[in-house]
């Protein structure tokens, strides 16, 4: 009488072949769960954009109203370009605000207006 019945020792056989090529079937799917979870990555930054386009906008709109209340509270801004400097950030506020951070800031008209 054998010690294994002939179906059992093929299956322990199989069994000890694929634990064998088990690390060489894993380097040939290794590019395969790379592209996986670089779509995985992909697909997180997919589900967070909406956080962060909100968080971009925040701070839009907090440069904005610093812009704004800078503009208000700006001492070296006489009467008339104060409120012109706030109509502008008011009224356009991704340019004006942009505007008034690069020129209206220091009270005078700047390098760039400095000639009109």
Not at 8 to 30: A, T
Not at 44 to 63: E, N
Not at 104 to 111: I, L, V
Request: glycine share 10%.
């Amino acid at each position: 009488m054998k010690p294994f019945p002939d179906e059992m020792g093929i299956l322990i056989m199989k069994l000890l072949v694929h634990l064998i090529l088990l690390p060489f079937k894993l380097l040939f799917l290794l590019p395969f769960i790379a592209i996986l979870a670089a779509l995985g990555l992909v697909g997180l930054c997919l589900a967070l954009l909406p956080v962060g386009i909100s968080l971009l906008g925040l701070l839009g709109v907090a440069f904005w109203f610093a812009m704004l209340v800078h503009a208000i509270l700006n001492d070296r801004l006489t009467g008339g370009s104060r409120l012109a400097w706030v109509l502008a950030v008011w009224f356009l506020p991704v340019v004006g605000a942009a505007f008034y951070f690069l020129v209206g800031r220091t009270g005078n008209r700047g390098p760039l207006l400095a000639s009109a």
